[in-house]
Structures are given as structure tokens and as C-alpha cells.
């Protein structure tokens, strides 16, 4: 029995097949990665050039006060008269760079802690382990809580804060990838040329393993993102008045009926970018364990 004619012959089915393989792969990623990635592209603008998009966010208009969308303020104001979308713009400039930097700075800890805690073992994988433990064991959120209250608050030590707090996190991940790497032929390679056990982690081992510490960041910078706007809506954050997503959906949490505007835009926007860094961050893991498995 012959096979029905399909419309390409086998070597220009291969032929696709091979050109759809070399494609970039964020082309060939799923719809939801696609629409998180465009979540972030604009998260990002908003936060490098909301002074430039939005110069006059914080303008106030007391003789307007609170108003529902119309024209000239699509979701409207606040009670002072600012109008909401252009909050929600100049949110993201406190918002993403505070998270990126606690996610970034977890992630430089952790790997100068956890590449000699999975490279050296004995009393120093000990020693590291004891303290990731300890501070793993803490419930972040409330210490960064009580820490921010008792010395006043500030943005810069509430990021300071969560650093610690993540760390421990970044620490497991990078030790549990170099335990996997440490009896791999090319380590002990690098050991038999008496290579300092120093540039055996950082010029051999960490290149091998920057990619599953690169995919933490997004997860810990999704965690950041919440942890940093809830402490801004205790009032431990930014200071009172900024355009910040926490401090705004605490400073209108009372004006909900008359223009709900004011808490839902600020919400939204912390839930959309948590959850497409979350969703790009097991993307990139999941990418990233199936190529190590294939070597």
C-alpha cells in the first residue's frame, strides 16, 4: 500500500524540521513564555524611561480630587487629583530595579557561598549549610518586617534585608549544581594540572553552572517583587507619596469605591510581573536541566 502524498517530500520535510530547530529560542517558546516576555519588555521600559514617558506623575490636582476614568485619565484619579495610569508607570522605576537588585545580590551571595560549600566540602560545606538553614528557616517576610520597623525603614535597607533573607536559596541551588559537576572528568582534569582550587571553581566549574544560577534569578525576582511591595504597603518602603505599586494600592486602599481604579491597577501590575517572571524563570530551569541531562 502506498503512503498518501503528504505535499513535501522527506528531504524537504527534514529540511523544515532542521530550520525550525535553529531558530532563536524565544521564537519557538509557548504562547504563555511569549505573552510573560512582553510583560517584562514592558515592565522594563516603564522602569528605565517612565521619567521621560511620565514627568509629571506625582503632579496633584486638588480642585479635580478623585474621579473615575474619562477623558484625559483613562483609569482615572486619586484623591489628590493624580492620575492613575501615569502612577502606575512611574511605579515600576521603584518596583523592578528594587526587586532586580535583591534578586541579583541573592544571587552573588549564594554563589560565593555555595561554590566552595559544593567545591571544598568538609568544615566549609558544613559551616555554610548550618547558616543557609538558619536563615532558610526564618519567615522572610516577617523578619524583613521586624528589622525595616525597629531601624526606621528606608527602600535601601529593606533591599539589604531581603538579600540575606534570599540568599540561602540561591546558596542551596549553586552548591546541589557544582556537587553535580565536582567528579566530572574536566574538574579532574584541572585538579591533575595542581590548578588553585579558586580558579577550578570560577574558570571551570561556575561557567558549567551559570545557567541554572541565571534561572533562580527570575524566581527570586518574582519573590522580591511581592516581599518589596508589601513592605511598602506597611509603610517600610518607599516614602509616603512616591509612585510606587505597594505604597499606592496602601495609600488608596480607602478610596476603592469611589474609583476602584486606584487599588486594581497597582495589583494587576504586581501580579503580572510576578507571575511572568515566575512563568519565564521554569521556562528558562526547564530548558536548562533537559541540556544538562543530554550531556
Not at 525595616?148 to 527602600?155: H, Q, R
Amino acid at each position: 500500500m502506498r503512503r498518501p502524498f503528504t505535499g513535501r517530500r522527506p528531504r524537504e520535510a527534514m529540511e523544515v524540521r532542521r530550520r525550525g530547530a535553529t531558530r532563536p529560542a524565544w521564537l519557538r517558546a509557548p504562547v504563555s513564555v511569549a505573552v510573560a516576555l512582553l510583560v517584562l519588555v514592558l515592565a522594563a521600559v516603564a522602569a528605565a524611561f517612565s521619567p521621560w514617558i511620565v514627568p509629571d506623575a506625582t503632579a496633584q490636582d486638588l480642585m479635580l480630587g478623585i474621579s473615575g476614568p474619562g477623558p484625559g485619565h483613562p483609569l482615572g484619579t486619586d484623591d489628590l487629583g493624580r492620575d492613575v495610569l501615569d502612577l502606575l508607570v512611574a511605579g515600576a522605576r521603584t518596583a523592578v530595579p528594587g526587586a532586580l537588585c535583591v534578586a541579583l545580590g541573592s544571587m552573588v551571595v549564594g554563589n560565593l557561598a555555595g561554590l566552595p560549600a559544593g567545591y571544598l566540602g568538609g568544615w566549609v560545606d558544613a559551616l555554610v549549610m548550618r547558616w543557609a538553614d538558619l536563615v532558610f528557616s526564618l519567615p522572610a517576610l516577617l523578619v524583613a518586617i521586624v528589622v525595616a520597623g525597629v531601624l526606621g525603614g528606608g527602600y535601601g535597607l529593606a533591599i539589604a534585608v531581603l538579600v540575606v533573607l534570599f540568599s540561602p536559596t540561591d546558596t542551596r541551588v549553586v552548591r546541589g549544581a557544582v556537587l553535580e559537576q565536582r567528579h566530572r572528568p574536566y574538574v579532574e582534569a584541572a585538579q591533575m594540572k595542581n590548578l588553585s582550587s579558586w580558579r577550578i571553581m570560577t574558570r571551570h566549574v561556575w561557567p558549567n553552572i551559570a545557567p541554572v544560577a541565571l534561572a533562580n534569578v527570575f524566581l527570586n525576582f518574582a519573590y522580591a517583587l511581592v516581599s518589596l511591595a508589601s513592605l511598602s504597603f506597611l509603610g517600610l518602603g518607599v516614602a509616603a507619596g512616591s509612585p510606587d505599586w505597594g505604597r499606592t494600592l496602601s495609600d488608596n486602599r480607602t478610596q476603592f469605591l469611589a474609583n476602584p481604579w486606584t487599588v486594581i491597577a497597582p495589583g494587576l501590575a504586581i501580579i503580572a510581573v510576578a507571575a511572568a517572571l515566575n512563568i519565564v524563570g521554569d521556562w528558562l530551569y526547564e530548558r536548562v536541566d533537559a541540556r544538562g541531562r543530554a550531556r
